[in-house]
């Protein structure tokens, strides 16, 4: 009611009649962005996709060079990224487990040096191992002898390369979310995607299934380890993974997996040639890549490989008929992430070609390895996704 005969003032928020109305542009009410669809946009994942070129993109700088100091400096980046960029989840602790395979690398490869010999010359000899005659068949391999410290560390740095180049696929594996990245696959890929996913998930399952049914045995007094626990174990183990079968295949139908639009035949065969074409560049460029003599063709054939290769999926992508629900966007920051990791490849191939012998330090005579200036500071590029990405503490729920 109306105080002192007065009329009442509009409430916030509310509009009385006949007052002017809220200014409009184009037709359209305006209203403001919400903070929370800000917020999202600022701590969303990054796309998977950026994190493997990244990655791969620091392996193949490790495979220009065999300077143990430039290979650990690559270590130390990935390891740095990995840390402070690694989400809170089950797959991310597989970095650990590809360090552990680097240094198993290292340590047979030394191992097999060692009893096996080196073809490297060398004159400081550091153990003399009781040699074994072999048959006249087996020439050229010889079972113990002379251990050289040229041999050693020839060892060493090709070992070196190789355990940097898994290294980096550990940290692909720890930042890049598996489920997102095969969700992001060119339809051409679709069911080979489903498959593997399939696979990812199925042992997981079973370790958490295998956990579970030993604690519900030990919580009843019965044995779950040896030989006989496990027997029983196993049966209830294998039950239910069958049954997820079941469950797993009756939903695949249920989705449609399996069902292909029709193409024209000539499409199909097109297809084929250019995937088939584009792997075979692929192999032959990357061959060519890591070898000497093919340094020259290496490059040409990778590209157009990849660009046949491209084509061919993209034509296959017309058979797949499907939505993506909530597609992963490649922004700013994915561009970025992926600028750097190609910057470094980019610049350990330069160096390569101009300073070949700071990138590959001699053993011959045996010297210690200096580091050189400007592609350590290009490798230190790669350190950029730690700083433009979103922190693992305050990055959005991703969807399940």
């Known amino acids: 009611m109306p105080r002192n005969g007065q009329p009442a003032e509009p409430s916030s928020g509310s509009r009385a009649a006949g007052a002017a109305p809220v200014p409009r542009r184009g037709g359209t009410r305006q209203t403001p962005a919400s903070a929370p669809a800000l917020r999202h946009q600022r701590t969303a ?147 080979m995607g489903v498959a593997v996913v399939v696979a990812l998930t199925f042992a997981p399952n079973l370790i958490a299934d295998v956990q579970r049914l030993r604690a519900a045995r030990r919580l009843r007094g019965r044995p779950d380890s040896g030989v006989r626990g496990l027997l029983q174990v196993g049966l209830p183990v294998l039950e239910g993974a069958l049954e997820r079968s079941v469950a797993l295949a009756a939903a695949m139908d249920a989705r449609g997996y399996g069902r292909t639009a029709q193409v024209p035949t000539g499409v199909r065969r097109t297809t084929a040639a250019l995937t088939l074409g584009g792997l075979l560049g692929v192999c032959a460029g990357t061959y060519g890549l890591l070898t000497a003599a093919g340094g020259t063709y290496g490059i040409p054939v990778l590209v157009v490989g990849l660009a046949a290769a491209l084509a061919g999926l993209w034509l296959g992508g017309r058979r797949t008929v499907r939505t993506r629900y909530r597609p992963d966007r490649w922004n700013a920051r994915a561009w970025l992430v992926t600028g750097s990791g ?51 503490e305050t990055a959005a729920k991703e969807p399940s």
């Open 45 to 191: 994942p990054l796309h998977p996709g950026a994190w493997w070129l990244w990655a791969l993109a620091l392996g193949t700088a490790a495979t220009r060079t065999t300077n143990p100091l430039l290979l650990a400096l690559l270590v130390a980046v990935s390891a740095y990224v990995v840390i402070s960029r690694r989400p809170h989840a089950p797959w991310s602790r597989s970095y650990g487990a590809f360090v552990k395979l680097a240094l198993a690398v290292l340590v047979i490869r030394l191992l097999f040096t060692t009893v096996l010999g080196s073809p490297i010359p060398g004159t400081h000899t550091l153990v003399t191992l009781p040699e074994v005659p072999l048959p006249d068949w087996a020439q050229g391999i010889r079972l113990g002898g002379r251990v050289t410290a040229e041999g050693l560390a020839f060892a060493l740095y090709d070992a070196m390369k190789l355990a940097t180049l898994l290294i980096c696929v550990g940290a692909a594996n720890a930042l890049a979310n598996p489920s997102r990245l095969l969700k992001s696959l060119p339809g051409a890929l679709y069911e």
């Open 342 to 392: 190609v910057a470094v490849a980019a610049a350990l191939f330069l160096a390569a070609a101009r300073d070949p012998a700071a990138l590959h330090p001699g053993v011959v005579p045996l010297v210690a390895p200096s580091l050189p200036l400007w592609p350590a500071a290009a490798i230190l590029v790669g350190l950029l996704p730690a700083f433009v990405t979103p922190a693992p």
